[in-house]
């Protein structure tokens, strides 16, 4: 609207100053030196570091602010804004200056400058007052939430404690992935008087599905452990100093393991008597052998029992006997009878050849098919022959009995002999002349072949 004001300009060497005016308004045509809207009063104008160099008695406003929001020293006031006190020397507080904030080289300090006075942190917690954080300067002693049993610290980053901690209560709750502790040694049941009776139960518990536990047992005298123990690679299980068991063998010390009835899966177990063991018998894998000193393996039923294989089984690989009880193999019996040495006996005053005796006596009596190549065959021929004898019959003087026959019509007579007879002559027996011969013959690949002969003496 267009409405005339009233107003007082206020200039210096042509400088407008400001405007004094009684009326609130904005004007319509700019004002040169001077822009926004007038209020009632002197409304400075735009040059610059103008002010009034006067004591002013009583303002409603500083800096354009009600003077009702500015701090006062001689009373107490309320700050809606934020504090900001740009040195380091501070805020003191307290009738004698007992409490100081302040900064030393970029370090806070919170300074409680009464002898032996405590510094408390306390809070509100529903509608009573609390002393969480307690620091008395006297014994030196910090106290968070004294008194309050049910009150949780928590300490997001590393706690140090130089001294002693002792923490009273029935649970203490470590919520952390590693517990580090540089102490060479943990105490647990620790008591005034400590005996088996206050250690019984005591232990560590492993939280989980179930607990895992190790606890001490008062009854059995030993360490109960709820879970199977697996040792790093390498490592073993001592008793006294001793060995008993590591990743691949038990102790050299120990001498017995009775109730065990299954060994699982075993490569080799040496068996020998005495501390140290010396080992004298070897299982390896399906093997029994000795292991020093030449000992015999014995196979020992004891009572009536006997060796007994099953129905396919046999004993192979046996060494050829030298004494009357050891065994032999198939292949040795074999072998002795289907080379051994054949014996025959021949009549042969026929003289019949050789390639007689092999096709139609070797062949038949010892056929080659049921002996093997290098047997030999002997034959004792026998060679018969008789000496002749010679009678001289003109050593006996015959009887000589004559008689008259008429030979002819004419009555002629001749004397005839009618009976001749010789006397008893002995006559010496033939000789009978006999010839030994053996006839040794050899069969190769199935054929018998003449080998020697051999004249026995007469």
Same mark, same amino acid.
């Given at each position: 609207?267009?409405?005339?004001k009233?107003?007082?300009y206020?200039?210096?060497n042509?400088?407008?100053?400001?405007?004094?005016?009684?009326?609130? @308004?904005?004007?319509?045509?700019?004002?040169? *030196?001077?822009? *926004?809207?007038?209020?009632?009063?002197?409304?400075?104008?735009?040059l610059?570091?103008?002010?009034?160099?006067?004591?002013?008695?009583?303002?409603?406003?500083?800096?354009? =602010?009600?003077?009702?929001?500015?701090?006062?020293?001689?009373t107490?006031?309320?700050?809606?804004?934020?504090?900001?006190?740009?040195?380091?020397? %501070?805020?003191?507080?307290g009738?004698?200056?007992?409490m100081s904030?302040?900064?030393?080289?970029?370090?806070?300090? &919170?300074?409680?400058?009464s002898?032996?006075?405590?510094l408390?942190?306390?809070?509100r917690? %529903?509608?009573?007052?609390e002393? #969480?954080?307690?620091?008395?300067? #006297?014994?030196?002693?910090?106290?968070?939430y004294?008194?309050?049993?049910?009150? $949780?610290?928590?300490?997001?980053?590393?706690?140090? $404690?130089?001294?002693?901690?002792t923490?009273? %209560?029935s649970?203490t709750?470590?919520?952390?992935?590693?517990?580090?502790?540089?102490?060479?040694?943990?105490?647990?049941?620790?008591?005034?008087?400590?005996?088996?009776?206050t250690?019984?139960?005591?232990?560590?518990?492993i939280?989980?599905?179930?607990?895992?536990?190790?606890?001490?047992?008062?009854?059995?005298?030993?360490?109960?452990?709820?879970? =199977?123990?697996?040792l790093?690679?390498?490592?073993?299980?001592?008793?006294?100093?001793?060995l008993?068991?590591?990743? =691949?063998?038990? %102790?050299?010390?120990?001498?017995?393991?009775?109730?065990?009835?299954?060994?699982?899966?075993q490569?080799?177990?040496?068996i020998?008597p005495?501390?140290?063991?010396?080992?004298?018998?070897?299982?390896?894998?399906?093997?029994?052998?000795t292991?020093?000193?030449?000992?015999?393996?014995?196979?020992?039923p004891?009572?009536?029992?006997?060796?007994?294989?099953?129905?396919? #089984?046999?004993?192979?690989?046996?060494?050829?006997?030298?004494?009357?009880?050891d065994?032999?193999?198939?292949?040795?019996?074999d072998?002795? $009878?289907?080379?051994r040495s054949?014996?025959?006996?021949?009549?042969?005053?026929?003289?019949?050849?050789?390639?007689?005796?092999?096709?139609?006596?070797?062949?038949?009596?010892?056929?080659?098919?049921?002996?093997?190549?290098?047997?030999? #065959?002997?034959?004792?021929?026998?060679?018969?022959?008789?000496?002749?004898?010679t @009678?001289?019959?003109?050593?006996?003087?015959?009887?000589?009995?004559?008689?008259?026959?008429?030979?002819? &019509?004419?009555?002629?007579?001749?004397?005839? $002999?009618?009976?001749?007879? @010789?006397?008893?002559?002995?006559?010496?027996?033939?000789?009978?002349?006999?010839?030994?011969?053996?006839?040794? @013959?050899?069969l190769?690949?199935?054929?018998?072949l003449?080998?020697?002969?051999?004249?026995?003496?007469?």
């Amino acid at each position: 609207m267009n409405q005339t004001k009233v107003i007082t300009y206020f200039y210096n060497n042509g400088i407008l100053l400001g405007i004094f005016a009684k009326d609130s @308004f904005t004007p319509k045509t700019d004002i040169v *030196g001077y822009t *926004g809207s007038i209020e009632p009063g002197f409304n400075a104008g735009t040059l610059p570091g103008i002010k009034f160099n006067v004591t002013c008695t009583n303002a409603e406003q500083l800096g354009g =602010t009600p003077a009702t929001t500015y701090v006062r020293s001689d009373t107490s006031n309320a700050i809606n804004g934020q504090l900001r006190i740009t040195t380091d020397l %501070g805020i003191v507080v307290g009738s004698a200056g007992q409490m100081s904030l302040y900064v030393t080289a970029g370090d806070i300090y &919170m300074s409680n400058s009464s002898t032996d006075k405590s510094l408390i942190l306390n809070v509100r917690k %529903g509608i009573t007052q609390e002393n #969480a954080i307690a620091i008395n300067a #006297a014994n030196r002693v910090v106290s968070l939430y004294d008194g309050y049993i049910d009150s $949780v610290t928590n300490v997001g980053g590393d706690l140090i $404690v130089t001294g002693n901690l002792t923490v009273e %209560g029935s649970t203490t709750t470590l919520n952390t992935t590693e517990l580090i502790v540089e102490d060479k040694n943990i105490v647990i049941a620790s008591a005034d008087s400590p005996t088996n009776t206050t250690a019984d139960g005591a232990g560590i518990t492993i939280k989980g599905t179930t607990d895992k536990t190790v606890l001490y047992s008062e009854s059995d005298n030993w360490l109960d452990i709820s879970e =199977t123990v697996n040792l790093a690679s390498g490592k073993a299980i001592y008793i006294g100093g001793t060995l008993v068991i590591d990743g =691949t063998s038990l %102790g050299s010390t120990i001498t017995s393991i009775p109730g065990v009835t299954s060994f699982g899966t075993q490569t080799v177990i040496n068996i020998g008597p005495g501390i140290p063991a010396i080992p004298q018998l070897r299982l390896e894998e399906h093997r029994i052998s000795t292991v020093s000193n030449n000992y015999d393996i014995e196979l020992y039923p004891d009572g009536t029992g006997n060796i007994v294989l099953n129905d396919t #089984a046999r004993i192979t690989n046996i060494a050829n006997p030298i004494n009357q009880q050891d065994a032999s193999t198939k292949e040795y019996v074999d072998n002795v $009878v289907e080379t051994r040495s054949l014996v025959f006996s021949t009549d042969l005053s026929d003289a019949k050849s050789n390639t007689y005796i092999i096709n139609n006596i070797l062949n038949n009596l010892a056929p080659p098919g049921e002996f093997r190549s290098g047997t030999i #065959a002997r034959i004792l021929c026998t060679i018969n022959t008789n000496s002749t004898t010679t @009678f001289n019959i003109n050593s006996l003087p015959p009887t000589v009995n004559t008689s008259q026959f008429l030979t002819s &019509m004419s009555g002629d007579t001749s004397l005839a $002999v009618i009976g001749l007879s @010789f006397p008893s002559a002995t006559l010496s027996a033939p000789i009978l002349s006999t010839t030994r011969i053996i006839k040794e @013959f050899s069969l190769n690949i199935g054929v018998w072949l003449w080998q020697s002969d051999t004249l026995l003496p007469p």
